[in-house]
């Protein structure tokens, strides 16, 4: 029997300063960043905004600023695409991903 063993590449993330839009690494990506966090921080606009969209998963707590429950899998990540990509965070948008090196 054989296996195939699909390799993954290692990767780590980097927050910019300021945001960057069509990093052409997102047209290839397939999600990781919205896979792997529990929660991204969010304005009290963001907030808003993303109720607007339909966000189900909204946090206002007691401390600390808004949040969006990602869970290890964002609700607005389908088919491995970011369905809201010009509306999202400015965490998001901040977000950017780099081979690791070993």
């Not at 963001?46 to 946090?59: I, P, Q, T």
């Not at 206002?60 to 389908?78: M, T």
């Not at 695409?81 to 901040?94: F, G, H, M, N, Q």
């Amino acid at each position: 029997m054989s296996w195939h063993i699909r390799k993954k590449t290692r990767r780590h993330g980097v927050l910019l300063e300021h945001p960057l839009d069509d990093d052409p690494r997102c047209a290839e990506c397939d999600g990781a960043c919205c896979r792997g966090f529990p929660a991204v921080d969010l304005t009290w606009e963001e907030y808003e905004r993303l109720g607007e969209l339909g966000a189900s998963r909204l946090v206002l707590p007691l401390a600390g600023p808004p949040l969006l429950l990602i869970d290890y899998g964002c609700e607005f990540l389908v088919n491995d695409r970011c369905t809201i990509y010009d509306e999202r965070p400015e965490i998001c948008r901040r977000f950017s991903c780099e081979d690791a090196t070993d």
